[in-house]
């Protein structure tokens, strides 16, 4: 079953067709409105259910009007509002839904409950976004990086800030995509070690530190997140940890001249980010952001066994 749980799962070859398939989709329908289909439709009479744990505008959103470019439907539920919240197991809700629609997205709190959804399912299973990783957005992230800056092979790219969800996915790319990885967080929000030395052992370039200038220096790409995930209760130490690593023109300087900034948004600006960055010629945010669209399209391409 190609269920997209982790891009670690991915062969390069299954990523590298990922990653095309969402830039071919993308330049096939330039200025067109955005709920006409494709030509083609590949997904016609296809439903996809999307499960929310947690909120969400993007993900949500490039999901549906995804759905509806391939020539399917998506049906959106709220965890609340479903017997999930009521204490129904992930496994009986997997096979209930593996009956009704054709692909299941689901954003969840824990990871083991996508992994055990997708034990239970019939129909392909994608995570989007876990406490672990956020796969989705990283192949949106890795087409960005190729429309402004050409194949991704060989960049360097610093992330700075904390060791979190997109910063596993991204780790979980470099072992596929031959890009070197510079990551500088606080001690104490450091990624998995697991997930960082599974990645060189596979043969990623990875570095893992504190120091922020370090990491940026020279880079062609810096990538940063909000300092509170959703789900974290340590605020206050982690907005006390965290300033060093925030991106602003200064920061920016280290990097290299034409340097591409990338954020998955929401943003907390004057925090992670300042407005001058974001808003800044350097920013890809609101392409990344469009990207969602057309890389979601290309994850349930691959997912329904149409690439
Ligand atoms: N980047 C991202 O996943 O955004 P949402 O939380 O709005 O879906
Ligand atoms: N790291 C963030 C990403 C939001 C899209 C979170 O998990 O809240």
Known sequence: MPHFLDISALSKEELRAIVDEAHARKA???????????????????????????????????????????????????????????????????????????????????????????????????????????????????????????????????????????????????????????????????????EVAAAKAAGADISVGTDAKAAIEGADVVVTDTWVSMGDTDKAERMAAFPPFAVNEEMMAHAAKEALFLHCLPAHRGEEVTDSVLDGPQSGAWDEAENRIHAQKAVLMWCLGKL
């Open 28 to 194: 096939a329908r330039v200025d067109w409105p955005k709920a006409k289909p494709d030509e083609d439709a590949p997904l016609d009479g296809h439903a996809l259910a999307m499960i929310f744990q947690k909120n969400s505008t993007r993900t949500r959103v490039s999901f549906e009007i995804g759905m509806i470019q391939l020539g399917g439907k998506a049906i959106m539920l709220s965890a609340n509002d479903t017997q999930l919240g009521r204490g129904e197991t992930v496994q009986d809700t997997a096979r209930v839904l593996s009956r009704m629609v054709d692909a299941v997205m689901i954003r969840a709190n824990n990871h083991q409950d996508v992994l055990d959804f997708a034990e239970a399912s019939d129909v392909p299973v994608i995570n989007g976004l876990t406490d672990l990783s956020h796969p989705c957005q990283i192949i949106a992230d890795i087409m960005t990086i190729e429309e402004w800056q050409g194949d991704i092979a060989g960049k360097t790219i610093a992330w700075l800030g904390d060791g979190n969800n997109v910063c596993t996915s991204l780790i979980h790319a470099a072992e596929k995509l031959d890009f070197k990885l510079r990551i500088a967080t606080p001690a104490d929000y450091a990624p998995r070690g697991q």
